[in-house]
């Protein structure tokens, strides 16, 4: 039995994963200061005497015995990480040298929840671990790209110069139960509306293309990667190369939800990338086979059930 700490864990992904290594005979220890998570997402488990939950935000260090460290902390939302961006680079940058620091003084292996926006607007396509983007440093999306390009430094490193154990993962865009209803992302914003009537707000003219992983997707690679020999650090992508548009997601799921919205235009936010897909051949060679397997109708059913049910529609 591992003991092992996720900094975020009462999130979108953290709850996920909380649940899985708990399934898997973990102890695990989930930390939160609520910005964007919520006690609905881990309140299953608050029955398991292998279940922890503590309130601490990870600017401030933190100390406990652990084996390892998924540090998932950090609002991942547009609308959440702009909502305060000095503190969202303090929560990537401060955070995570308080979680290296720990993992250093207590051996453990330390993963961090990266990002595609590293790539910021791509000039490449699809987007391999070797291209090194094309981030805006002062623009609108900067505390959330360049925090967490710091994080990946820092990581690098602790490894380097301190011998710590560490994973990068790469996570391009990810859905699934339990995001937040008013979370701000595309896929939540588009099911929320189309289910309860309201027009589907589309950003721009709709052409720029994201790529959509299903959560157990996600969680599978964290775990897969967490466990790879020691010699493996990464950065490595974990994400569903299959691209779609923003105007066709919201037809799908027009179509998947049997809803009567219309399709409204607002204006796109600066710097909002034009074209995301990941390259994943890193993490089929490294993470044993490891592939997306939930398609993306499949993963919004499930994803429409678990709003429906939310919103007692
Ligand atoms: P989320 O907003 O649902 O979860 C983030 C969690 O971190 C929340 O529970 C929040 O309360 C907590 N948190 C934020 N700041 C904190 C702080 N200073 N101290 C302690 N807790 C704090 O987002 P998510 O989608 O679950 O994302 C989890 C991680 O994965 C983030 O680091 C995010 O950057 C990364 N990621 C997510 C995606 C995605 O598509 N969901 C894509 C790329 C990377
Ligand atoms: N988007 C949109 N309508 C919304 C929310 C988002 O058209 O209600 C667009 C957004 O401009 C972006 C894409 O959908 O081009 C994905 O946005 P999200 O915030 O989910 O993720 P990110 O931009 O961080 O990849």
């Not at 940058?93 to 250093?104: S, W």
Request: proline residues 6%; glycine residues 8%; aromatic residues 8%.
């Amino acid at each position: 039995m591992k003991r092992i700490l996720i900094t975020g864990g009462a999130g979108f992904i953290g709850s996920h994963l909380c649940e899985s290594l708990l399934t898997q005979n973990n102890e695990v220890i989930c930390l939160d200061n609520f910005f964007t998570g919520h006690k609905r997402n881990i309140v299953k488990l608050f029955g398991n005497p292998f279940f922890e939950l503590v309130r601490h935000d990870i600017i401030s260090p933190y100390y406990c015995e652990v084996d390892e460290i998924y540090n998932l902390a950090c609002p991942a939302s547009p609308v959440h990480y702009q909502y305060n961006p000095i503190k969202t680079i303090k929560t990537s940058v401060m955070g995570a040298i308080n979680l290296l620091g720990l993992a250093k003084r207590v051996k453990a292996t330390i993963l961090q929840a990266s990002t595609s926006e590293v790539y910021g607007d791509p000039l490449v396509h699809p987007q391999p671990e070797s291209y090194w983007g094309n981030v805006n440093p002062i623009g609108g999306r900067a505390s959330y790209d360049e925090g967490k390009r710091c994080a990946e430094t820092l990581f690098m490193n602790y490894h380097s110069q301190n011998k710590v154990n560490i994973k990068i993962a790469r996570i391009f865009n990810t859905y699934g139960p339990n995001m937040s209803p008013g979370d701000g992302r595309v896929i939540s914003n588009f099911i929320v509306q189309a289910l309860t009537g309201r027009d589907i707000t589309i950003y721009g003219d709709g052409s720029q293309s994201r790529s959509f992983q299903y959560i157990t997707d996600l969680v599978d690679g964290l775990q897969r990667l967490m466990n790879t020999a020691h010699e493996f650090t990464g950065p490595v992508n974990l994400g569903n190369p299959e691209e779609i548009s923003m105007i066709s997601l919201a037809e799908k799921i027009l179509h998947l939800t049997r809803s009567k919205s219309s399709i409204t235009f607002l204006p796109k936010p600066a710097d909002d990338p034009v074209l995301r897909k990941p390259d994943i051949s890193m993490a089929m060679e490294n993470l044993n086979k490891w592939h997306p397997r939930v398609s993306l109708d499949e993963g919004l059913l499930m994803t429409i059930d678990y709003f429906k049910e939310l919103l007692k529609l």
